[in-house]
């Protein structure tokens, strides 16, 4: 499979997310400047990385979101095809109106940095199909801005909808929700995808959870495993 | 063409958790501003924009608020047109 890495000024977890794609032997990567119209070749799996593209100015992700080569993504995912936006990605896909929500301020009003467990709430998606339902994850998570945020209304919809894949969980219980939430999530929602389930939006960091022997734990393998899987086997239900 | 001046103020909509918001005012009261209430932080952002008339200039600042400046999912705007001389 090919994947498109699509990197902002600002962005800081492209070479993250490139060298746990390597890491997992998930074929070439494109890096491909947010100026650039569209992608060098066809790619199967696009990725928004983390970051504080353009500073974080005016809403994170906002203007990110307004760059050229938001277009292809959007015909991408328009497509049918896998895209995946990972902490400030997941913000400027939500600006793109790629995924419902917003995501606030943290509740504690801080930066915060650490060890997070998500809950894995379905497994027949493209991102999720190498773990089993309820499995709990460690996945670090660095942002100021992660309280995901929905009108009530809406919020019920998506719950519905099945569209929450992640969420933020007590490992010891296996219990999730807000209360769970480091940032004070709506709902202890920490990953959604789009109504067709090939567009992700996750907060905590699966690359960062890749590599064995760097910063501890290997729980982000089992997400790339399920990419690529989807990838070759058009799918895994 | 005229060049007119926009003023918009951005707030966090009704309902949308604003917790720098709420942090302000707990700290206003704590310093004895008992009296405030209802703090809100927003953003205000001024731009000069050129137009064949007013009309024109109000719908140019309604199209930037609405495309860009402004996310209507969490955040509500209001503006003000002054032409410049």
Redesign the interface.
Known sequence: MRSALVIFPGSNCDNDVASAIADMGMGPVDLVWHDEKDFPSPPDLVMVPGGFSYGDYLRPGALAAKSPLMGAVREHAERGRLVAGICNGFQILTEARLLPGALLPNRNLRFICGKSCVRVERNDTPFTCKFAKGEIAQFPIAHHEGLFFLPPGELEKIEKENRVIFRYADPLTGEAGEEHAPNGALNGIAGIVSERGNVLGIMPHPERATLRGVIGGTDGRKFWESIMSWAENAGCR | MNVYRADITILPKD???D??GK?VEKTLKSHGYEASDDVRVG?FIRLNVAAGGEDEARRLVKAMAED??V?D??EAYSYSLEPLK
């Open positions: 309902g949308v958790l917790i720098q942090a953003k860009l400046l996310n999912l969490i």
